[in-house]
C-alpha cells in the first residue's frame, strides 16, 4: 500500500517549482547586463516576476505582467466564497501582488485581457 504524504511536506511543490524556476532564472541573469534585464510573468508567473524583481532589484530593469492576480487569498473569495472564512488556516501560499507591486522601483507594464481559463477580471491588479 502506498503511504500519503499530504500534509507532510514542508512547503507546497508549487511553491517550491516557482522558486527553483525562479533560482535557475538568477543563474542565468548573473551573467547579463542588468540594464537588458525584463521579466515577464502570464497568470501566475506574474508572482514569480514579482518575486524576482522585488528580491533582486539591481538584476531586473522592467517588469511586464499579463492577467496576474492580486493574490491567492483573493481568488479564494471569488472561487471558493464557502471557505472565504478558513482561507488563513489552510493557505500556504499567499504571493501576495497586492503588496509585493507597491516594493517594486521598476516600471512594470500590466497587460489584461477579458478571457482567461481562471482568472476573472475582478481579480487582477488594478490600474494604478
Known amino acids: ?3 500519503s ?3 507532510k511536506r514542508k512547503q507546497p511543490s508549487q511553491l517550491r517549482d516557482m522558486k527553483f524556476i525562479r533560482d535557475v532564472f538568477l543563474v542565468i541573469i548573473i551573467r547579463l547586463d542588468p540594464n537588458t534585464i ?3 510573468g502570464r497568470s501566475l508567473g506574474g508572482a514569480v ?3 524576482l524583481a522585488c528580491r533582486h532589484p539591481a538584476k531586473v530593469s522592467a517588469v511586464i505582467l ?3 492576480f492580486l493574490s491567492i487569498a483573493a481568488m479564494v473569495d471569488v472561487l471558493m466564497p464557502f471557505v472565504s472564512s478558513v482561507k488563513n488556516l489552510v493557505l500556504r501560499i499567499g504571493w501576495n501582488n497586492d503588496v509585493r507591486i507597491q516594493q517594486l522601483a521598476q ?3 500590466f497587460i489584461s485581457g477579458n478571457v482567461h481559463s481562471l482568472l476573472l477580471v475582478t481579480w487582477q491588479l488594478p490600474y494604478r
Open 1 to 3: 500500500m502506498r503511504e
Open 66 to 68: 499579463e492577467n496576474t
Open 38 to 40: 525584463i521579466v515577464f
Open 49 to 51: 516576476s514579482v518575486s
Open 5 to 7: 504524504i499530504h500534509g
Open 107 to 109: 516600471p512594470i507594464l
